[in-house]
Nanobody, 121 residues
Framework: VQLQASGGGLVPAGGSLRLSCAAS?????MAWFRQAPGKEREFVARLDKSGGAIYSVDSMKGRFSISRDNAKNTVYLQMNGLKPEDTAVYYC??????????????????WGQGTQVTVSS
């Protein structure tokens, strides 16, 4: 599996970005993780093969939205109302497991190269 993430950049607080991750091959369950400087990697959102979406914490719900274009085998992360604490490298992950848990993504997933998101205050 090859994953190509894109869409990161520098935005002011309150701004928006849409991250994209294109996967080669067949359909996968996909997720976004992020890692801020000096912090552990954390789960952001996942979209399983059936289209079920789960977000990590309430603070992201309503601001972040995960979706996919099956024809393009691409998953998106729309991020609105960005805050400086959202600054991180965002990684997409893919797995063939139908409804993977976060640990399963971390253990069995294929990881993309990451895209930097920087939110200025």
């Amino acid at each position: 599996v090859q994953l190509q993430a894109s869409g990161g950049g520098l935005v002011p607080a309150g701004g928006s970005l849409r991250l994209s991750c294109a996967a080669s091959g067949r359909s996968y369950s996909m997720a976004w993780f992020r890692q801020a400087p000096g912090k552990e990697r954390e789960f952001v959102a996942r979209l399983d093969k059936s289209g079920g979406a789960i977000y990590s914490v309430d603070s992201m719900k309503g601001r972040f939205s995960i979706s996919r274009d099956n024809a393009k085998n691409t998953v998106y992360l729309q991020m609105n109302g960005l805050k400086p604490e959202d600054t991180a490298v965002y990684y997409c992950v893919a797995t063939s497991i139908a409804r993977p848990t976060v640990p399963q993504f971390e253990r069995f997933g294929f990881w993309g190269q990451g895209t930097q998101v920087t939110v200025s205050s």
